[in-house]
């Protein structure tokens, strides 16, 4: 089944300690990205990635890092997380660039 | 830069109303817009898409049609079940950048 799967769903985590979330797909896409959804607000694009070792920032970057070591992984990494970090958080990938992104089903991150 | 603009919510409707939720964007060059839903506890799931002007998306009864003039892309659906109660997000991508708008919270009502 084709699928983008993030863990955990979910963290609650306290402040500074550093955290990673995975996600992975099954589908062979190039391009992958993490978001971040917080109330009236939608979702904001943090890091996307066009191909393996290829990133770059979206709106939100800073306080994450990520990594596209392999083309079906792309862990999003907090290294001291802070209270506004607390939200929803989404993988998605997609084939190419204008076509449909495949989302997980979120991880919800709680930062105390 | 990019942007997407749709209705705020919460929009609730009794069963079988008419629905419309507002999208309008702006973009450089052609973008291709998206209608995602969310359903509770859930990822965003494509609903439909268009790809050029006057391009029209359809799937599960809802429609949206790519308005080049007005820069829109409006959802609709004749007829809302309880089932379609969501949250919807319209979405624009143009190169690499990918947008989407604050979402629409829907509830139907039996």
């Known amino acids: ?112 | 830069g990019n942007s997407v603009t749709q209705m705020e919510g919460p929009v609730t409707l009794s069963e079988e109303a008419f629905l419309t939720i507002n999208c309008t964007y702006t973009a450089t060059g052609y973008p291709s817009l998206f209608w995602y839903v969310q359903y509770p506890g859930e990822g965003l799931q494509l609903l439909l898409k268009a790809t050029k002007a006057d391009d029209k998306g359809s799937n599960k009864g809802f429609e949206a049609t790519y308005r080049k003039e007005t820069t829109s892309f409006h959802l609709e659906k004749g007829s809302v079940q309880v089932s379609d109660s969501a949250v919807y997000f319209c979405a624009l991508r143009g190169g690499d950048d990918m947008r989407f708008g604050a979402g629409t919270r829907l509830t139907v009502k039996p």
């Open chain 1, 1 to 112: 089944e084709a699928q983008v799967t993030q863990n955990p769903r979910y963290l609650i985590t306290v402040t500074g300690k550093k955290l990673t979330v995975t996600c992975s797909q099954n589908m062979n896409h190039e391009y992958m990205s993490w978001y971040r959804q917080d109330p009236g607000l939608g979702l904001r694009q943090i890091y996307y990635s066009m191909n393996v070792e290829v990133t770059d920032k979206g709106d939100v970057p800073e306080g994450y890092k990520v990594s596209r070591k392999e083309k079906r992984n792309f862990p999003l990494i907090l290294e001291s997380p802070s209270p506004n970090q607390t939200s929803l958080y989404f993988c998605a990938s997609s084939f190419r660039l204008n076509t449909e992104a495949f989302f997980g089903q979120g991880t919800r991150l709680t930062v105390v």
